[in-house]
């Protein structure tokens, strides 16, 4: 019996422990964010568009109120050209013209539907798709509250594509593939199409999260905690700005 309460009391020291530890980095996390805040300010408006790419910057653990980040240059490009085929600037425009004009909504929005009406697929038929979309289902319920009537206003993962245009144009500037002008025509672009796709923020992460969940067949797991803390906490970009652009902001 008493090796059993060493072993309990090491075991709860243990996850004591670890608590404390990552709430340390998450304060040191924020303290780096608001030092790179600080040190590279933009205006309100400027912020109000970036504020469409949130949910892949705060992923990143960067900051989705500036345009620079912690990666290194080279480390950026390498992902650029790893995971997006981006390697020029001609690379760089044709996937921000993909992702605006097209991008995986023109794919998989049919199948979101599908989804959403109760239809069953095989995974020789979708992938991981259907299953991915359920447990998203379940995590959002479960982790930020939503009802299943929150699903209903959204017809579309198009905030998949927007937010991801958000961060590849920022990436991009970065990295010498855009001029600080054309990035920030891309991210106007997507934020006024967020704009009107979207009647609220809780509306813009549910479609991100099914479009990480069908057409990434991805986890949503991952991004959960970006999302509480966009949606839940009173500092956040997006419970400083409105999702509705009521006119194009001079960028």
């Not at 790893?82 to 044709?94: I, T, Y």
Request: net charge negative.
């Amino acid at each position: 019996m008493k090796i059993v309460g060493i072993i309990i009391a090491v075991v709860v020291l243990l996850i004591v422990g670890l608590i404390i530890a990552s709430k340390r980095i998450v304060k040191n996390a924020k303290k780096s964010q608001l030092e790179m805040e600080a040190a590279n300010p933009l205006p309100k408006e400027k912020q109000h568009l970036l504020a469409y790419g949130a949910n892949i910057a705060l992923y990143r653990s960067e900051s989705p109120r500036i345009l620079p980040v912690k990666v290194d240059h080279e480390t950026l490009k390498e992902g650029l050209s790893s995971f997006w085929d981006v390697s020029n600037p001609e690379e760089a425009v044709a996937t921000l013209e993909w992702l605006l004009m097209e991008g995986h909504r023109a794919r998989y929005d049919e199948l979101f539907m599908a989804l959403k009406a109760g239809q069953t697929f095989t995974e020789e038929e979708v992938g991981k798709s259907q299953k991915c979309y359920e447990s998203a289902q379940e995590v959002m319920i479960k982790q930020l509250s939503f009802a299943k009537s929150d699903y209903d206003r959204v017809d579309t993962i198009a905030a998949w594509d927007f937010d991801r245009a958000v961060n590849i144009a920022r990436w991009s500037y970065i990295v010498g593939y855009l001029s600080e002008e054309q990035a920030w025509g891309y991210i106007a672009r997507a934020a006024d199409a967020g704009s009107h796709f979207f009647q609220s923020w809780n509306d813009y992460f549910i479609s991100f999260a099914f479009g990480r969940a069908i057409a990434y067949e991805g986890d949503i797991y991952d991004i959960i905690w970006s999302g509480k803390e966009l949606l839940k906490e009173d500092g956040s970009i997006w419970n400083e700005f409105s999702i509705n652009r009521t006119a194009v902001q001079k960028v």
